[in-house]
């Protein structure tokens, strides 16, 4: 009986599920077809560079390649006196091939990063190696600089060996690896990331909060307002979507500055002293302030479209039933809207947390994110390692919070319209 | 305990949305404690607005609406004491049956043991033990909306106002809730108002019946009376089906008229028409004509079979009688019946009271 059921064969006397394949085949390569070059598109422009990203954040080959048998021959090394012989013919070897090269200065680069000191020495020891007797390279190097005789900087090269590396996350929390090979912070005064960390969640997290205060009365009243008006104040949400960002980021700046408009008119009806106009910009009120604009519509729409849905007779049931409207609202529309304020705020929040342009240009020096921070990484200092650990930080950031709202809310409950 | 004649009175009650056109004009109803209201009308006629003014949710333009005595226009929705199911159930989404129903109690800080009894007997008046549990979405629409009459009731309100409560489901269903509300509203003794669009709703369940066109009651009577004895032509063509002559009365005496349609005089029963000369149209139940008629009826008129359909329990023939070739009978399908043929001509009778002589719009 069983076996009758799982084998039904259409009237040719083909299985029946093989027939449906066959039929289904042809639409199916249809669809795939169709959705190949934005697949492709998505491959090229998203997964290969954050790929690319993630390999470039952890990559230290450099120094291992350029010292190849210098590491082998430390491996036996224990770290606590200085090497022996063998290492220092090795690395030797090693440095007369990078000289050869012309490479010995990006070597130095790289050593100096580790330890301070480093650019100095073998800049004198390439001088010197010229004039390198046959054997016993251990006196001969020491002899270059007291340095090479301090066994600190060859655990500094050996802390170089390995071909990946944390140190640029670490660095991204200021912290970083001593010479016990602990992780430790940085001093309290040089403390930079975290702090800019920090300070990227609360301007996100306010963004989100005034966002939220300011999109729920705008969105109850375009889902509750009669077409005619609703369909302007639609227009008037939108409006900032259809202008460019640099325009209306450019237009906070003659509305904050000093000499703005805004401080004109706070003098004008003798709010603010004339002498004592407060700065609005190019600080953390700029960026709340033209931040939280920028991202409004972002909130209002997916309000909006889940109050849309919301009958109006659940309003007037809730009143019927004894309810006083705050109650009514309370209990029965405020919980139908939870969908629409999840979907909100993640959305302003995530934006928000990577936000560029704006805070670059109204935030000043108290106003910048982590965002702003991994800008100045890739285009001034090039440590594009750098920028890729912290940017891959904050996309892992991203993500711990999707996943928590998953938990919390559920993502089946958002609803973006 | 005597119950109150007007329990709820609509006094000169007029309401208008943009200042131009009245929805509601002059509204004079006083409903009864205890009774079981139809507002019955096309849709525009004014009945929803009538009942979301009593509801609280559209304020009167002119007039007053009184509940027990107390005059309520300025008392908001949720102070009024009124349950109230919504066209669309309203129920909250978001809750199990069991919060839906602990809403209104718990807004009145009723304690939870009392309140369980509540809504464990509102429950089982609707039959819908052991849902309480269950989300609204997770039950049929019949189920939904008989949770939306026990929500309504749980909280012992002296009025529960029902709007057009049954437009969403299908036939059968519609026709048990009917029922089944009806028996709610007997065994509790609460006063109902309900809005529908569905005459044959509005016959089985009121006690009376408001029909509503044009922003004003046409007639408030009960349901054997309205259909039996309309008092104008509106309600005479809106409540169930209709066979009607337009013409002239040539004359009025002792309680009959005689009223000229084409070329003949029929014998009619003068509701609307005062003297000789008006024009009226008459009006008459196509099972109050008769074929084969007993020569005691005082109309007795033949005329031509142009349509025969079956339809099981009776047949509908269509003749044409006196020049309206829409002139409708409903004959038992009985054996003695059975020689009714498309194109024969046949003899109809009814007596003149039933034919009634009403305004000629």
Request: net charge positive; with cysteine.
């Amino acid at each position: 009986m069983s076996s009758e059921t799982k084998q039904i064969l259409t009237t040719d006397g083909i299985p029946l599920e093989v027939s449906l394949k066959k039929a289904e085949r042809k639409n199916k390569i249809k669809a795939f077809l169709l959705v190949a070059p934005l697949l492709f598109f998505l491959i090229i422009t998203y997964v290969f560079p954050i790929g690319d990203m993630l390999f470039r954040s952890v990559d230290d080959k450099m120094v291992t390649q350029m010292l190849p048998k210098t590491f082998k021959a430390m491996e036996n090394w224990d770290g606590q006196e200085l090497p022996d012989e063998e290492v220092f013919a090795a690395f030797h070897e090693d440095f007369i091939k990078l000289v050869e090269d012309k490479r010995e200065g990006k070597l130095s680069t790289q050593l100096n990063y580790t330890k301070n000191g480093f650019k100095s020495i073998i800049k004198k020891l390439r001088r010197k190696s010229k004039s390198f007797e046959e054997g016993n390279y251990k006196e001969q190097i020491m002899s270059v600089h007291k340095r090479w005789a301090d066994v600190e900087y060859w655990r500094a090269i050996k802390r170089r060996a390995p071909e990946f590396t944390s140190q640029k996350y670490l660095k991204g929390m200021d912290m970083y690896v001593n010479e016990e090979g602990k992780i430790v912070s940085v001093e309290e005064d040089r403390r930079i990331h975290r702090v800019l960390w920090l300070r990227t969640l609360e301007i996100a997290f306010f963004v989100t909060v005034f966002c939220f205060l300011m999109a729920y009365p705008i969105a109850h009243l375009l889902a509750t307002l009669p077409m005619k008006y609703s369909n302007l104040l639609m227009i008037c949400v939108l409006l900032p979507f259809w202008t460019s960002l640099l325009v209306r980021t450019a237009s906070w700046m003659i509305l904050l500055q000093q000499q703005g408009i805004v401080n004109d008119f706070f003098v004008g009806i003798g709010l603010v002293a004339d002498d004592n106009r407060p700065e609005m910009m190019y600080n953390k009120t700029g960026s709340y302030v033209a931040m939280t604009q920028i991202l409004l519509p972002f909130m209002v729409l997916p309000l909006y479209s889940v109050m849309k849905t919301i009958s109006p007779s659940l309003m007037r049931a809730g009143k019927s039933l004894g309810g006083t409207p705050f109650v009514a609202f309370w209990k029965v529309y405020f919980p139908l809207t939870i969908p629409g304020i999840g979907a909100g705020c993640l959305l302003v929040f995530i934006l928000a947390i990577g936000y560029y342009i704006t805070p670059a240009l109204v935030g000043g020096a108290s106003g910048t994110l982590i965002s702003n921070q991994i800008a100045f990484h890739m285009k001034s200092t090039l440590d594009w390692s750098f920028a890729s650990a912290m940017g891959l930080m904050l996309l892992s950031g991203v993500l711990v919070i999707y996943w928590l709202y998953n938990k919390l809310v559920g993502i089946d409950n958002i609803k973006l319209g | 305990m005597a119950l109150k004649k007007d329990f709820v009175k609509f006094d000169k009650v007029d309401k208008s949305y943009d200042g131009k056109v009245l929805v509601v004009k002059d509204l004079q109803l006083d409903i009864e404690e205890g009774e079981f209201v139809t507002m019955l009308g096309p849709s525009g006629s004014g009945k929803t607005t009538c009942l979301m003014m009593l509801a609280g949710f559209e304020t009167p333009t002119n007039g007053e609406i009184y509940l027990d005595g107390k005059a309520i226009s300025s008392i908001p929705p949720h102070k009024r004491g009124i349950g109230m199911v919504f066209q669309n159930y309203a129920l909250f989404p978001h809750m199990t049956v069991y919060e839906n129903l602990a809403f209104p109690l718990r807004v009145r800080k009723i304690p939870k043991d009392e309140a369980d009894k509540k809504i464990d007997k509102a429950l089982s008046m609707v039959s819908l033990q052991g849902f309480a549990s269950r989300m609204p979405g997770q039950l049929s629409g019949g189920q939904q909306q008989r949770v939306a009459v026990a929500r309504s009731l749980v909280f012992d309100p002296q009025l529960v106002l029902m709007d057009e409560p049954l437009g969403a489901l299908d036939k059968n269903l519609r026709e048990s809730m009917q029922y089944e509300i009806k028996h709610i509203h007997e065994n509790i003794g609460v006063t109902v108002v309900y809005v529908t669009h569905d005459q044959s709703e509005a016959l089985t369940m009121s006690n009376r019946i408001a029909v509503f066109n044009d922003g004003k009651v046409q007639q408030l009577s009960s349901p054997d009376e309205l259909y039996e004895k309309p008092v104008n032509s509106f309600v005479a063509e809106f409540i169930g089906e209709n066979n009607t002559f337009v013409g002239e009365v040539s004359d009025i005496s002792g309680g009959k008229c005689k009223v000229k349609i084409a070329n003949t005089d029929i014998l009619a029963n003068p509701i609307s028409v005062k003297g000789k000369g008006e024009k009226t149209k008459i009006s008459l139940r196509p099972e109050r004509a008769l074929i084969n008629p007993s020569d005691q009826m005082d109309n007795i008129h033949s005329g031509k079979i142009e349509e025969v359909i079956y339809h099981g329990d009776h047949t509908r023939v269509r003749i044409n009688l006196l020049g309206n070739n829409q002139f409708i009978l409903k004959v038992p399908n009985s054996s003695a019946n059975l020689d009714i043929k498309l194109g024969k001509d046949i003899k109809i009778g009814w007596n003149s009271e039933d034919a009634r002589a009403l305004d000629p719009s």
